[in-house]
RNA sequence: CGGGGUGUAGCGCAGUUUGGUUUAGCGCACCUGCUUUGGGAGCAGGGGGUCGGAGGUUCAAAUCCUCUCACCCCGACCA
């Protein structure tokens, strides 16, 4: 692609409405632009990331067994009410009606929509166990939309739900699931970690939740370097130096209220402002007594075992090997593609822009002309951008009538790991110099080594 | 929803306190021409806003008053 046929509006300054630097960067790489408050277009720059991660957690998913499908956004409240969840869910959600005042919603997440499914078709054990999952735009009204795509009232997640027989086989699709989540976080190339959270209004036994780490993460989270231990602050047991073992949580509840609450749960946030206690140099691992870490998440992906909360309600039952009515045993798990995007520049970023990891940068290679007039120069350089389309790159060739420092700028900013530099040096010497976004390394490549040098890029970073 | 803040050209801002001296200004971006091109170039010329919206006060309003809308931040809550 060439940049002068492309369409990428990168903006110089700083967006005043952009306090973190995943919102800033998005919307100076000309990745996205507001429409209103939580609701973003997504430009062809931030379409093309989007595309990636959803086509590596498309191709995990479907690695574990699971299968996609697509349930509609509008969603009719009938479903909603026999769940109860019409009145539960409040003004979160987007509601609207038909022609014939009927009331609908604009889907928040589809427990009901996939379990109604299940109600219809799943009748026997011989169908099951099965895992459904769709890439879909969900909508919710937020109290407080902040921090660009990082809270969004429209976001893309990719959810996935579970039917079995029984809490063996859920606990295998959920393990299954959990492994594929460290997959698709580890193939694209952030540092995470997984913790143990609460449920909230999905409902279910328990859950895990898959933090990226970052410094403006809005989960605190501690973390045990030596033994792997890692929880949400507030729910992370630890040990103080007295030896008593304690949770955050207890901790919290007693000091802001000063008195004890039986079990150790907050009623009514309402009452008292609740801050996370600061981190205590004597808190130390309850697994292994080491000293925890405390460490800030996005949180990213969250898996649940919901049992048979929904499909009790919906009335989703099968026919079991002894004959008897049964409801399906379910599970689901979450992941946010539109967050993940926003979480990485989050996480991979310095003060020039964007530090894309490869799996999921919009493209590969950035090529800078210094001098576009020379025509030895923009032949060379023209050779070079078709020398890597056939080597299966994707190129994104600076071929613009501006000045080589509005170049390197916008390159920096967009983030591509690698930069192609020809000016005058490659006139005298024929070598072109490759820079890493990463850490601004540089290497001189002779042109017929630039196979070699895309092959070996490539598999270090496990692109195709 | 409570508290705080901001709305002046595509973006970033000044002007608002003390209404008139501004045909509303600056930087960047944009258009034309020439010169430039290894880190956001130079000169010359040019286009674009009626000051978030409505109402009011006044001889006169970006500036004062009332209402309203939007957006941002903190909190509660949350993927």
Known sequence: MKFSQF?????????SEAEIPSHSLALRAGLIRKVASGIYSFLPLGFRVLKKIEEIIRQEMNNS??????????????????????????????????????????????????????YLDLKSYK????????????????????????RAREFIMKDAYSFCRNDDDLGIIYKSMYDAYCRILERIGLQY???EAETGLIGGKFSHEFMVIA??????????????????????????????????????????????????????????????????????????????????????????KLGDKYSEKLDARFLDVDGKLKPLVMGCYGIGVTRILAAAIEQLHDNKGIKWPPSIAPFTVNIIVTTEK???????????????????????????????????????????????????????????????????????????????????????????
């Open 127 to 150: 169908n099951l166990p099965v895992n459904l999952y769709q890439i879909q735009v969900k909508f919710r009204d937020e109290m407080r939309p902040r921090y660009g795509l990082l």
């Open 65 to 118: 067994g699971a299968i996609e499908l697509y349930l509609p956004v509008m969603q009719p409240s009938v479903l909603w009410e026999k769940t109860g969840r019409w009145k539960e869910y409040g003004p979160e959600m987007f509601r609207l009606k038909d022609r014939n005042k009927r009331d609908f919603c604009l889907g928040p997440t589809h427990e009901e929509l996939i379990t109604y499914l299940a």
């Open 215 to 304: 410094e403006n993460g809005e989960e605190k989270l501690a973390f045990c370097p030596v033994c792997g231990y890692s929880a949400k602050y507030e729910m992370s047991k630890s040990i103080s130096e007295a030896g008593k073992e304690k949770t955050n949580k207890e901790k919290t509840v007693k000091e802001k209220t000063g008195k004890e609450n039986k079990d150790n749960k907050i009623n009514k946030l309402g009452d008292f402002t609740y801050p996370y206690p600061e981190p205590e140099q004597e808190d130390r691992c309850s697994n292994c007594g080491k000293e925890l870490k405390i460490e800030k998440g996005i949180e990213v992906g969250h898996i649940f």
């Open 374 to 464: 020379n025509s030895e120069l923009s032949k060379a350089s023209d050779m070079i951008y078709k020398t890597l389309k056939k080597l299966d790159v994707e190129v994104l060739y600076d071929d613009r009538d501006v000045s080589a420092g509005i170049k390197f700028k916008d390159s920096d900013l967009i983030g591509f790991p690698l930069r192609f530099i020809l000016g005058r040096k490659f006139l005298g010497s024929k070598l072109i110099d490759v820079e890493y976004r990463k850490d601004g390394k540089r290497v001189e490549l002779p042109v017929d080594s630039i196979p070699k040098f895309i092959k070996e890029f490539k598999a270090a970073n496990n692109l195709r």
């Open 193 to 195: 970690r997984v913790v």
């Open 7 to 15: 369409f990428i509006p990168t903006l110089k300054e700083v967006p």
